[in-house]
Nanobody, 127 residues
């Protein structure tokens, strides 16, 4: 089983980036691919992920209206389109089959040893 995130890079404030998560070794129909990020010195947080408690799709408040997810079952990919990027969006972005623990307007990944994680891709937003 493999997940590999790509598409990160350096982008200016207000710019857009599309991240892609290539998957292999499992049926994408059976999993939702969530997106998480980790900023320097901060804990990993859920950006778009499935809530472990009720199965609903969670978007972090900070990305609502700017980030959207999609998936291509033929290509076995899941994408994260990010627009109007801000410096606070800087971090390493990970795709994973992990769900998230939602606490109000934020979420953290649910730790489960049978989840699969990609290696992460760096997004840096410069002002």
């Amino acid at each position: 089983v493999q997940l590999q995130a790509s598409g990160g890079g350096l982008v200016q404030v207000g710019g857009s980036v599309r991240l892609s998560c290539a998957t292999s070794g499992f049926n994408l129909d059976h999993y939702y691919i969530g997106w998480f990020r980790q900023a320097p010195g901060k804990e990993r947080e859920g950006v778009v992920c499935i809530s472990a408690s009720d199965g609903t799709l969670f978007y972090a408040d900070s990305v609502k209206g700017r980030f959207t997810v999609s998936r291509d079952k033929v290509k076995h990919t899941a994408d994260l389109q990010m627009t109007n990027l801000q410096p606070e969006d800087t971090g390493i972005y990970y795709c994973a089959t992990a769900t998230c623990i939602v606490g109000g307007t934020t979420a953290r990944p649910r730790t489960y040893n049978q989840d699969y994680w990609g290696q992460g891709t760096q997004v840096t937003v410069s002002s």
